[in-house]
């Protein structure tokens, strides 16, 4: 039986196409390649160009596969764009939930792992976050995740679809054998930003805010790294083989540290000297997004082997310092 992985040219499903890949699952990936790069669909995979919204489309290709899982990393990302335009996440995101669930329930497919997001909490009353604490996002990308882990309960009470709620927190970092990597176009996150100013891609990084409460004043993240996440998202799959209840688990490091921080790991790690200045606020930021990830650890028994954002960095620059233009696939 194969594993459907919605979403698998992106960044954080192509990590987990290779790693499901490396470990001799057979893998089926669809992804309209809106974001996605072809490129980085692992070999091994087969790939079905198309949209989660479409159900035809999802229809044929389960119709065609034996399925008996579905990650779902299909989905719009970028919390700035959420803040202009809300509806193409509602649509996307949370529309595309639809489609799936409903496929998967006509299917008989009754496991899900899915990509949610720290931005469901909101700002959180308090650090780290737990996954109990309240969720009440600040911006329509983290309320479009927050209604689709909404939808899996109750298709889950309805139907028996049980799921896994992976919370990310900010992820990071490429495979460290250099052959995927980030590429997202325009980019906007801010390590791939750090990496394109060491490049000489862009002259200079412009931190955003830095009269947040927190000890520097800007912004603290909880970095992960890309393969960590892929390899919670085979223990998720596992929990869900053994016949584990549905329920969502925190990824992160459980360590903030602030965009001035990564700024200076960034100069360590690259010898580069990385100009910066200080811009105004991102809408929508919160001032501080660390993760109690205890459970993930005890329960799924995941085990980051990332636990420093120099060596993070560190495969992210590899990346970026060996693929100057990603994978180089973008339209004229
Ligand atoms: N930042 C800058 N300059 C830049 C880019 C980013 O200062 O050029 C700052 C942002 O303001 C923020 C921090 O860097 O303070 C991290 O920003 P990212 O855009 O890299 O990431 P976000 O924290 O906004 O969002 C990421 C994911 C979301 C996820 C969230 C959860 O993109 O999907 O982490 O922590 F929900």
Do not use: C
Not at 97 to 103: D, K, R, V, Y
Not at 238 to 244: C, F
């Amino acid at each position: 039986m194969s594993i459907l992985v919605a979403g698998g040219a992106g960044y954080i499903g192509s990590h987990m196409v290779a790693r499901l890949v490396e470990q001799g699952q057979d893998v089926v990936v669809v992804d309209n390649l809106s974001t996605g790069h072809r490129k980085a669909i692992n070999a091994q995979a087969k790939f079905y160009e198309g949209d989660v919204r479409d159900r035809k489309f999802l229809d044929s290709v389960f119709d065609s596969e034996d399925i008996d899982a579905v990650v779902h990393f299909a989905a719009f990302s970028i919390v700035p764009e959420s803040m202009e335009k809300p509806l193409k996440y509602f649509d996307n995101n949370t529309g595309g939930m639809i489609t799936l669930l409903e496929a998967m329930h006509d299917h008989d497919v009754k496991k899900i792992v899915f990509s949610s997001t720290a931005a469901t909490y909101g700002v959180p009353e308090s650090i780290p976050i737990k996954e109990t604490d309240p969720q009440e996002p600040i911006n329509p990308y983290g309320e479009s995740k927050l209604l689709m882990e909404k939808m899996m309960h109750w298709a889950d009470v309805a139907y028996g679809i049980r799921f896994v709620a992976l919370r990310y927190f900010n992820v990071a970092g490429a495979k460290p054998d250099g052959t995927i990597g980030e590429d997202h176009g325009p980019e906007t996150h801010l390590v791939p930003i750090i990496m394109q100013v060491a490049q000489g891609k862009r002259d200079e990084l412009s931190i955003f805010g830095d009269d947040y409460d927190t000890p520097d004043g800007t912004n603290v993240r909880d970095y992960v790294h890309v393969m960590d996440l892929a390899d919670a998202h085979i223990l998720a799959l596992k929990y869900l083989a053994e016949g584990n209840d549905s329920r969502a688990f925190n990824l992160g490091s459980s360590t903030g540290f602030s965009n001035k921080q990564m700024l200076e790991a960034a100069r360590e790690v690259t010898g580069q000297p990385i100009p910066a200045k200080l811009a105004p606020r991102r809408p929508g930021d919160p001032d501080s997004l660390v993760a109690e990830s205890k459970n993930a650890r005890e329960i799924l028994g995941w085990k980051p082997q990332f636990d420093d954002v120099h060596d993070i960095i560190k495969t992210a620059w590899q990346w970026h310092s060996t693929h100057p233009n990603g994978y180089d696939d973008r339209q004229a």
